[in-house]
């Protein structure tokens, strides 16, 4: 039974994770950085939180887009799902393409939010989780 042991002391508690890419007008992308006190403060990540037990991916995002933002989410499509292993946790990210919100994003959790060129979204200092949505960002505006 030992190596039963060890291998449930190695699983890594993992999380489901809406995740909202909005662009302004100007074709820019909103990112927010993660506030003092989170998991990996600092760094930048897009808008999002965890899928709670009962809700669908869309009703997780409106909710958290309207706690960490201030909008109300009115149209958003599937853009893609990202698995990412950190050392602490592993995070499924369900990314959705917001299309059409009301209000005006602002940072309700204290966070800094900027508003960056797809093509510098790589040189923003994004959550390795992040990078990848990043990369088809670049990859979808270059098109």
Known sequence: MPELESSMADTKPEFDIAVGVIFDDQGRVLIAQRPEGKHMAGAWEFPGGKVEAGETVEQALARELQEELGIAVLGSAALLQQTHEY???????????????????QGLDNQALSWVEPQNLMESGLLPADEPIARKLIELSAG
Do not use: A
């Open 87 to 105: 050392p602490d946790r592993v995070v499924n990210l369900l990314v959705w393409v917001v299309m059409q919100y009301s209000g005006e994003p």
